[in-house]
């Protein structure tokens, strides 16, 4: 197969951004775009991306569900941040198709909120073939009137801890309920990417039905027909959308979802389609998308047990744990040794877990094995729950992590690093102590 090099430069600055012709805000993002540009590359191919820092602080870039090399993973465990002014350059190959994205992982709760994302579309040949490919990217945005963002008091902050920083201008690809112009008689595939802070997005079409041909790993094995589908912050859903009817309109909206917080579930418009004129298709939709092996059995013998919990606290009237601590240090794992992890949640809200680097397949989930097979980075988690997940190191030595990504519960505490050891090689990093940077 032939690969190639691809160069992309990525500015972080902060620019005036319209989420609607009237409603314009000081977003902070990429090339002065919200969301920053759609990389996209071929399986195989390697991207040299340098990010210049144009902001008046430090950031780093995580390329969430791309296999990249420990040194690459844009944390500040594995590099030193980007000053202002100051530029760094990725380099990594893209060894899986897919819908991943790219967000800060610096002063998150800010950056993010701001725009800091945008998305990293990987294609292969053996894809479907599909009249259309869109990527829509989910977030919200906690205003005040003249269009700044909130502050809030002592209060809001700290139910914005609690619950995560939900707001209600909602956004796909940064605009306030776009229109979204497709063909009647055409399939396309519609790439979603939730990018918000904490928002759980339950996608709808007003009832029409949808495959499902692919989440964060990539393709499912065969497609999957549903009305509704959760993404919850960090993961991606890919579907097929279609063929509509000529002159239908319809909304993308979010059905409630209760994640046991103090925000009231509703159900939300977040972007409206139009049917235009029959135009004939020429998809292709084989029967089996992909072979997903096995990793392991539904009962295989646990390798570890992480708990994800909050606990009281005198500073902040609330933390979040890992295994009872914040910002915690996990044991380590060897290249090669297949990983059966227990993740509980014994907390009474929801927490989405996300693995950095490497992709999961979720053997019990409630109870039970999933509908389907799926290769995920990051997993829902119900209150007093747990889902059980297998997982091999590839040879990917270094420093990783794991986090809830509700970004105000990361930052709270609700992560850990841990090391991935190259046997042969033995710990790079034993006796370190790795602090969470925060700023
Ligand atoms: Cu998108 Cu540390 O995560
Ligand atoms: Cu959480």
């Known amino acids: 197969?032939?690969?190639?090099?691809?160069?992309?430069?990525?500015?972080?600055?902060?620019?005036?951004?319209?989420?609607?012709?009237?409603?314009?805000?000081?977003?902070?993002?990429?090339?002065?775009?919200?969301?920053?540009?759609v990389l996209t590359a071929k399986k195989g191919d390697t991207l040299i991306i340098k990010v210049k820092n144009d902001l008046a602080e430090p950031t780093v870039v995580h390329w969430h569900g791309i296999r990249v090399p420990a040194s690459m993973d844009g944390t500040g465990?594995?590099?030193?941040?980007?000053?202002?002014?100051?530029?760094?350059?990725?380099?990594?190959?893209?060894?899986?198709?897919?819908?991943?994205?790219?967000?800060?992982?610096?002063?998150?709760?800010?950056?993010?909120?701001?725009?800091?994302?945008?998305?990293?579309?990987?294609?292969?040949?053996?894809?479907?073939?599909v009249d259309a490919d869109k990527v829509f990217m989910i977030d919200d945005m906690k205003l005040n009137r003249d269009n700044s963002f909130k502050e809030g008091n002592f209060f809001s902050r700290w139910a914005e801890r609690h619950d995560g920083r939900q707001g209600d201008t909602l956004l796909i690809n940064g605009k306030e309920n776009p229109v979204i112009n497709v063909q009647a008689g055409q399939t396309e595939r519609w790439r979603f990417i939730n990018s918000s802070s904490a928002r759980y997005f339950v996608l709808h079409l007003d009832g029409r039905s949808f495959r499902i041909i692919g989440t964060d790993g990539g393709l499912v094995e065969k497609p999957v027909t549903a009305t509704e589908v959760l993404i919850t912050p960090g993961e991606r859903v890919d579907i097929l959308a279609g063929p509509f009817a000529e002159g239908e309109t319809f909304p993308i909206e979010s059905l409630p979802y209760n994640r046991s917080t103090f925000l009231k579930a509703k159900r939300e418009q977040f972007a409206t389609v139009k049917v235009g004129k029959f135009k004939p298709s020429v998809a292709l939709i084989p029967d089996i998308l992909k072979k997903i092996e096995p990793l392991a059995p539904k009962d295989a013998d646990v390798t570890r047990k992480i708990t994800l919990a909050v606990g009281p606290s005198l500073k902040h009237g609330i933390d979040f744990l890992v295994n009872g601590t914040m910002h915690a240090n996990d044991k380590p794992v060897y290249v090669g040794e297949l990983q059966v992890w227990e993740v509980f949640n014994t907390s009474l809200?929801?927490?989405?877990?996300?693995?950095?680097?490497?992709?999961?397949?979720?053997?019990?989930?409630?109870?039970?094995?999933?509908?389907?097979?799926?290769?995920?980075?990051?997993?829902?988690?119900?209150?007093?729950?747990?889902?059980?997940?297998?997982?091999?190191?590839?040879?990917?030595?270094?420093?990783?992590?794991?986090?809830?990504?509700?970004?105000?519960?990361?930052?709270?505490?609700?992560?850990?690093?841990?090391?991935?050891i190259d046997p042969n090689k033995g710990a790079q990093f034993e006796g370190q102590h790795h602090h969470h940077c925060k700023n």
């Open 1 to 37: 197969m032939q690969t190639n090099t691809l160069y992309y430069k990525l500015t972080a600055s902060e620019f005036e951004w319209a989420i609607t012709e009237e409603k314009k805000i000081r977003a902070w993002g990429f090339n002065n775009q919200l969301p920053g540009p």
């Open 349 to 420: 809200m929801d927490h989405p877990f996300h693995l950095h680097g490497y992709f999961f397949q979720v053997l019990e989930d409630k109870g039970k094995a999933p509908d389907y097979l799926a290769w995920k980075d990051t997993i829902n988690l119900k209150p007093r729950s747990k889902v059980k997940i297998a997982w091999v190191p590839d040879n990917r030595p270094g420093m990783w992590m794991y986090h809830c990504h509700i970004i105000e519960h990361h930052e709270a505490g609700m992560m850990a690093n841990f090391e991935v």
């Open 77 to 129: 465990e594995v590099q030193r941040p980007i000053q202002p002014g100051e530029e760094f350059e990725y380099r990594f190959a893209v060894p899986d198709s897919g819908t991943f994205w790219y967000h800060s992982h610096q002063n998150e709760t800010v950056q993010m909120e701001r725009g800091m994302y945008g998305a990293l579309i990987v294609e292969d040949d053996a894809d479907p073939v």
